[in-house]
């Protein structure tokens, strides 16, 4: 989901407050200047392709400077980034200015925004499958299931658990972490939840389900099949 608030709008800094306060799920909270809003800012990169690929597991907040004099006296990002690093004046900045994920209110990581937006695409892309991976299914930080040990390799992963993966996403065992990962995207967007909204909740409950079958099984072969 990409959701646009507007620098015109006087209650901007306490939508946006209260927005990332009420994030559960992973969110990428950052400002466009006036060059770049345009009519319609959810279709610029790299938020077109993050929400194709990751709307199950990331929502995104875009906070709009139109340059209208309506919104020339507030900076809701700024209020917004003092809140969350009250003792760092460079954290803050640098979530003001960036690219700032959040969750369960909290800030989780700021990357710097360049002029290039390919390039600023593929880093998010990198820490986001880091982040979304960071949770299993059931909600458990990865870093509480660690303590149980290594992930396994390739060679120590039951073989009926692999095969398993493999078939969540609709791929041949040994097929590689590249065809999984394409897997994994197209079935994620597949299956979202909000492409049965409309359906009974009995509907969207199944799409939930499969989404959290599909993100697990994507998590298993990446520790399987990545590198190290």
């Avoid at 809003?37 to 194709?52: D, I, K, N, V, W």
């Avoid at 120590?156 to 972490?177: C, D, I, K």
Wanted: hydrophobic share 45%; net charge neutral; proline share 7%.
């Amino acid at each position: 989901m990409i959701e646009v608030l507007y620098f015109a709008d006087k209650a901007v800094t306490q939508k946006l407050i209260d927005r990332v306060a009420a994030s559960r799920k992973l969110t990428l909270v950052t400002v466009l200047p006036p060059h770049r809003c345009g009519p319609h800012p959810q279709g610029l990169e790299p938020f077109a392709t993050l929400e194709r690929d990751f709307s199950a597991a990331l929502d995104q907040v875009l906070v709009v400077d139109e340059g209208k004099v309506e919104g020339m006296w507030r900076d809701p990002m700024t209020d917004l980034a003092d809140r969350l690093f009250p003792d760092d004046a460079k954290g803050a900045y640098a979530a003001a200015r960036g690219y700032l994920l959040v969750r369960d209110g909290a800030p989780v990581l700021t990357l710097k925004k360049t002029p290039d937006h390919e390039a600023d695409l593929h880093a998010l892309e990198r820490e986001i499958e880091k982040l979304s991976l960071r949770r299993k299914a059931g909600g458990a930080p990865r870093a509480r299931a660690a303590q149980a040990g290594p992930a396994k390799t390739l060679e120590e992963l039951p073989v009926p658990e692999l095969a398993r993966a493999y078939a969540v996403l609709g791929l041949q065992p040994g097929a590689s972490l590249e065809d999984a990962k394409k897997a994994w995207k197209a079935m994620v967007v597949k299956y979202h939840p909000d492409k049965v909204a409309h359906l009974a909740p009995e509907f969207r409950t199944l799409a939930e389900n499969k989404t959290r079958e599909i993100m697990a099984a994507w998590e298993q072969l990446q520790q399987a099949l990545g590198p190290g």
